[in-house]
């Protein structure tokens, strides 16, 4: 079936740093792409979305770019801080398949050093 | 804090045995899905309800089922429990029904340790 990978399984970076955390995905017909956030103990927070007719949106110190040629989306997090420091996972819409639900990647580990 | 509700935040039980886990949406969503988050297997989709009425399917077991009650509350009921149904279990709600323009909000999951 079609599934959302990540590059990356852990990223560790200095505080202030920028933060790049990838996902290629496999399904060139989603058209919905989303980042969760998901701290220890907690359930996954929403941080932003983008649909396929952008290939960039900006929102309080996070940007989604997204590739459709290559099939890749990245999440940047500018000046990044110790409250960073979670499990971050892209989604994509399962398109044609149950009803257009989410389809999870594995996620990222981000540890931010002070 | 998203502003949907799990209960109970933790449980322990046995093999063979039946659970059942509640949610509580958003004020104002009418869908809920749930989920399975476990080591091995990430975050994966088992059903969704929109407005009372099952909208789709994901990776959800024959000994798994749910309902969403006419105040929108939704409950996964896990019966014949093995050592494998040992995870998270969350509950997202949104808005409408359609994933793929809709953003769903997740609660805080439900532990769930099948001993």
């Known amino acids: 079936g079609e599934s959302v990978g990540l590059h990356l399984p852990t990223l560790s970076v200095q505080e202030g740093d920028n933060s790049i955390i990838n996902c290629a995905y496999s399904?060139?017909?989603?058209?919905?792409f989303i980042w969760y956030k998901q701290e220890s103990g907690k359930g996954p927070q929403f941080i932003i979305d983008?649909?396929?007719?952008?290939d960039k949106r900006q929102g309080q110190r996070v940007t989604v770019l997204l590739n459709k040629t290559v099939k890749h989306l990245s999440l940047q997090i500018a000046a990044t801080q110790p409250g960073d420091s979670a499990v971050y996972f892209c989604?994509?819409?399962?398109?044609?398949?149950?009803?257009?639900?989410?389809?999870f990647g594995k996620g990222t580990k981000l540890s931010v050093k002070p | 804090d998203s502003g949907v509700t799990q209960t109970p935040k933790h449980l322990i039980t046995a093999t063979g045995q039946r659970v059942t886990l509640r949610c509580s949406p958003r004020s104002g969503d009418l869908s809920v899905y749930w989920y399975q988050q476990s080591l091995d297997q990430g975050l994966q989709f088992l059903i969704q309800y929109y407005n009372g009425e099952e909208r789709a399917k994901g990776n959800i077991l024959e000994r798994f089922s749910a309902q969403q009650f006419p105040d929108l509350h939704s409950e996964l009921n896990l019966s014949s429990l093995e050592l494998g149904d040992s995870a998270l279990y969350f509950c997202?709600?949104?808005?409408?029904?359609?994933?793929?323009?809709?953003?769903?909000?997740f609660g805080p999951g439900t532990r769930l340790t099948v001993l």
């Open positions: 997202a709600s949104s808005v409408e029904g359609t994933p793929s323009t809709d953003t769903q909000y």
């Open positions: 989604a994509e819409n399962d398109y044609g398949g149950s009803q257009g639900n989410l389809i």
């Open positions: 983008i649909r396929s007719n952008m």
């Open positions: 399904n060139s017909a989603s058209d919905y």
